[in-house]
C-alpha cells in the first residue's frame, strides 16, 4: 500500500510539471516569431542558434523530459502493486 501511495505522489508531481511547462509554453508562443515545426513544441524544446539570430524558446527540454519520466515511473510503480496485491490475503 505505501508504494501505490509513493506511486501516485511521484506521477501527481509529475503531472504537475508537465501541465505547468505546457502552459507556459501555450502562453508564450503567441509572441514567437520564427519558429520550425509546431509552435507549442518549439516553445518547449527550443532548436540551436544560427549566427546573429534571436532562439525565441523557454528551453525547458529538460524539466519536461524528466517530469514525463515521473509520471511514467509512478504509475509503473501504481501498476505494479495494484496488480501484485496483498500478499497477506
Do not use: H
Not at 514567437?32 to 549566427?51: C, D, E, M, V
Amino acid at each position: 500500500m505505501k508504494r501505490t501511495i509513493i506511486g501516485c505522489t511521484i506521477a501527481s508531481c509529475g503531472v504537475m510539471v508537465v501541465s505547468s511547462i505546457f502552459i507556459a509554453a501555450a502562453i508564450f508562443a503567441p509572441s514567437i516569431t520564427s519558429w520550425s515545426g509546431s509552435k507549442l513544441w518549439f516553445a518547449i524544446f527550443g532548436s540551436r542558434q544560427f549566427g546573429n539570430e534571436v532562439v525565441q524558446s523557454l528551453f525547458l527540454s529538460i524539466p519536461f523530459i524528466i517530469g514525463s519520466l515521473m509520471v511514467a515511473a509512478g504509475l509503473l510503480m501504481s501498476v505494479v502493486e495494484y496488480v501484485k496485491g496483498d500478499k497477506n490475503n
